[in-house]
C-alpha cells in the first residue's frame, strides 16, 4: 500500500470539517466503485444543526476531500444550512 492510499476502515468514526474549520459531522461509512474499487463518498452521520437543516445525514462526493489525517478536511462544501428538500 502506497503512503497516499488508506484502508477504508480508517475513515470511519473521524470527524470532518469543513474548509472554514467548522466540523460537520463523523464519517460513517466510505462508498467504493466495486468495479474500480475506489472511494466515490463518505455518508456523514452526526451533522450539526447549523450547517445541516434538522441534522440530517448527507452524503459527500469524494472529490470535495481535501486531506485526510487525523480528520477529514472538505476542499469544498455549498452554502448552508443546506435546506431539506
Known amino acids: 500500500m502506497s503512503s497516499t ?16 474549520g467548522r466540523m460537520l459531522g463523523i464519517v460513517h461509512e466510505t462508498i467504493i466503485d466495486a468495479e474500480d474499487l475506489k472511494a466515490t463518498h463518505l455518508f456523514v452521520t452526526n451533522t450539526r444543526a447549523e450547517l445541516v437543516e434538522a441534522s440530517v445525514n448527507l452524503t459527500l462526493p469524494w472529490r470535495w476531500v481535501r486531506s485526510v489525517g487525523d480528520v477529514v ?7 448552508t444550512p443546506i435546506p431539506l428538500l
Open 5 to 20: 492510499e488508506i484502508r477504508l476502515q480508517e475513515l470511519h468514526g473521524k470527524e470532518v470539517f469543513l474548509p472554514d
Open 73 to 79: 478536511i472538505l476542499r469544498w462544501f455549498p452554502k
